[in-house]
Protein backbone atom coordinates (compact mmCIF):
# COMPACT_ATOMS: atom_id res chain seq x y z
CA UNK A 1 0.00 0.00 0.00
CA UNK A 2 1.26 3.46 -0.33
CA UNK A 3 0.27 6.60 1.73
CA UNK A 4 0.51 10.32 0.49
CA UNK A 5 1.39 12.92 2.65
CA UNK A 6 0.26 16.51 2.59
CA UNK A 7 1.51 19.40 4.96
CA UNK A 8 2.57 23.05 4.44
CA UNK A 9 -0.93 24.38 4.47
CA UNK A 10 -1.77 27.38 6.57
CA UNK A 11 -3.16 30.53 6.58
CA UNK A 12 -1.80 33.40 4.68
CA UNK A 13 -2.68 37.08 3.20
CA UNK A 14 -3.95 37.41 -0.29
CA UNK A 15 -0.51 38.30 -2.11
CA UNK A 16 1.37 35.89 -0.44
CA UNK A 17 3.14 32.52 -1.07
CA UNK A 18 2.80 28.88 0.39
CA UNK A 19 4.83 25.73 -0.69
CA UNK A 20 2.91 22.32 0.17
CA UNK A 21 4.61 19.24 0.31
CA UNK A 22 3.27 15.52 -0.29
CA UNK A 23 5.62 12.37 0.88
CA UNK A 24 4.63 9.25 -0.39
CA UNK A 25 5.95 6.21 1.91
CA UNK A 26 4.76 2.29 1.56
CA UNK A 27 6.22 0.29 -1.23
CA UNK A 28 8.08 1.78 -4.00
CA UNK A 29 6.01 2.70 -7.20
CA UNK A 30 6.88 2.72 -10.40
CA UNK A 31 6.19 4.98 -12.88
CA UNK A 32 3.58 7.97 -11.72
CA UNK A 33 2.23 10.77 -12.37
CA UNK A 34 1.61 12.99 -9.29
CA UNK A 35 -1.57 15.88 -9.02
CA UNK A 36 -2.66 18.38 -6.44
CA UNK A 37 -6.55 18.72 -6.65
CA UNK A 38 -8.49 21.26 -4.03
CA UNK A 39 -11.83 21.65 -3.06
CA UNK A 40 -13.32 25.11 -1.98
CA UNK A 41 -16.37 25.43 0.77
CA UNK A 42 -19.37 24.29 -1.42
CA UNK A 43 -17.50 23.05 -4.50
CA UNK A 44 -16.66 19.97 -5.59
CA UNK A 45 -12.86 18.67 -6.11
CA UNK A 46 -11.30 20.06 -8.97
CA UNK A 47 -7.79 20.00 -10.77
CA UNK A 48 -4.59 22.36 -10.28
CA UNK A 49 -1.75 20.89 -11.05
CA UNK A 50 0.06 17.61 -12.55
CA UNK A 51 3.83 16.55 -13.05
CA UNK A 52 5.22 13.72 -14.86
CA UNK A 53 7.04 10.81 -13.37
CA UNK A 54 10.48 12.79 -14.95
CA UNK A 55 9.37 16.56 -14.65
CA UNK A 56 9.58 17.21 -18.09
CA UNK A 57 5.71 17.56 -18.24
CA UNK A 58 4.14 19.75 -16.25
CA UNK A 59 0.28 21.13 -16.52
CA UNK A 60 -2.38 23.48 -14.62
CA UNK A 61 -5.89 25.12 -14.40
CA UNK A 62 -5.81 28.16 -16.25
CA UNK A 63 -7.22 29.70 -12.72
CA UNK A 64 -3.18 29.17 -11.62
CA UNK A 65 -1.12 28.85 -14.64
CA UNK A 66 1.39 31.91 -13.93
CA UNK A 67 1.25 31.36 -10.40
CA UNK A 68 1.35 28.10 -8.97
CA UNK A 69 4.25 25.38 -9.90
CA UNK A 70 4.77 21.89 -9.36
CA UNK A 71 7.73 20.18 -9.00
CA UNK A 72 9.04 16.93 -7.56
CA UNK A 73 11.66 15.08 -6.35
CA UNK A 74 11.95 11.06 -7.00
CA UNK A 75 14.85 10.37 -4.73
CA UNK A 76 13.02 11.51 -1.82
CA UNK A 77 9.71 10.01 -2.62
CA UNK A 78 8.24 13.77 -2.42
CA UNK A 79 6.23 16.23 -4.28
CA UNK A 80 5.52 20.01 -4.35
CA UNK A 81 3.56 22.85 -5.00
CA UNK A 82 5.04 26.31 -4.78
CA UNK A 83 1.88 28.46 -4.62
CA UNK A 84 2.78 32.65 -5.35
CA UNK A 85 0.54 35.66 -5.25
CA UNK A 86 -2.26 33.96 -3.52
CA UNK A 87 -6.02 34.88 -4.14
CA UNK A 88 -8.94 34.70 -1.73
CA UNK A 89 -10.17 31.98 -3.90
CA UNK A 90 -7.52 29.68 -4.16
CA UNK A 91 -8.73 28.97 -0.30
CA UNK A 92 -9.56 25.37 -0.15
CA UNK A 93 -8.32 22.01 1.13
CA UNK A 94 -5.42 20.89 -1.71
CA UNK A 95 -4.91 17.21 -1.87
CA UNK A 96 -2.36 15.45 -3.32
CA UNK A 97 -2.76 12.37 -5.84
CA UNK A 98 -0.98 9.48 -7.52
CA UNK A 99 -1.54 7.70 -10.75
CA UNK A 100 0.39 4.38 -11.38
CA UNK A 101 0.35 4.94 -14.70
CA UNK A 102 2.76 7.52 -16.94
CA UNK A 103 1.62 11.07 -18.13
CA UNK A 104 -1.60 11.12 -20.38
CA UNK A 105 -4.54 12.91 -21.20
CA UNK A 106 -6.42 11.45 -17.69
CA UNK A 107 -4.13 13.42 -15.88
CA UNK A 108 -6.84 15.97 -15.03
CA UNK A 109 -9.32 13.37 -14.26
CA UNK A 110 -9.81 12.79 -10.40
CA UNK A 111 -11.31 9.40 -10.83
CA UNK A 112 -7.84 8.38 -12.77
CA UNK A 113 -5.76 8.55 -9.69
CA UNK A 114 -4.91 5.50 -7.16
CA UNK A 115 -3.63 6.64 -4.22
CA UNK A 116 -5.06 10.02 -2.30
CA UNK A 117 -3.29 12.90 0.85
CA UNK A 118 -6.00 13.54 3.46
CA UNK A 119 -5.51 17.09 2.65
CA UNK A 120 -4.24 20.39 3.91
CA UNK A 121 -6.31 23.75 4.04
CA UNK A 122 -5.04 26.55 2.51
CA UNK A 123 -6.82 29.90 3.56
CA UNK A 124 -6.02 33.24 1.98
CA UNK A 125 -7.75 36.31 3.67
CA UNK A 126 -7.71 39.45 1.37
Known amino acids: QVQLEESGGGSVQAGGSLRLSCAAS????????MAWFRRAPGKEREFVAA????????DYADSVKGRFTCSRDNAKNTGYLQMNSLKFEDTAVYYC???????????????????WGQGTQVTVSS
Open 26 to 33: GRTLPTTT
Open 97 to 115: AAAVRPWGSFHVQRSEYDY
Open 51 to 58: ISWSAAIA
